[in-house]
């Protein structure tokens, strides 16, 4: 519980600021373009977060394996291909850790 308090401190540290930052130049500049340019900042920080997060921060949080080959395995990437999901990896982690329920992600 406390590294991951310190690890999320850490990352807030990181990324507040710059985030807080073009916040302000936006309010500071855009005159009566600010709510057109605050969704446009807004897109672009979520894209990038959606990007980062699977590779750079969840890893810091939780411990990843690559599924087993097995029925498990075999299933999921013939439920992905016929969503054509595009299914590059696929790992399990221990969410009980952190979770009283169960959880999955993708």
């Known amino acids: 519980f406390i590294m991951d308090t310190l690890k999320s401190l850490l990352i807030g540290l990181v990324f507040m600021p710059p985030l807080i930052g073009g916040f302000t130049w936006i309010l500071q500049r855009a005159g009566p373009w600010v709510p057109i340019q605050l969704w446009a900042f807004y897109l672009v920080v979520a894209l990038f977060f959606m990007t980062i997060y699977p590779v750079v921060i969840a890893p810091l949080f939780s411990k990843f394996e690559t599924l087993p ?30 979770s009283a329920h169960s959880n999955a992600y993708m």
């Open 69 to 98: 080959e097995g029925t498990l395995r075999t299933k999921i990437e013939e439920l992905a291909g016929n969503l054509k999901f595009p299914l590059k990896k696929l790992c399990r982690t221990d969410g009980s850790q952190r």
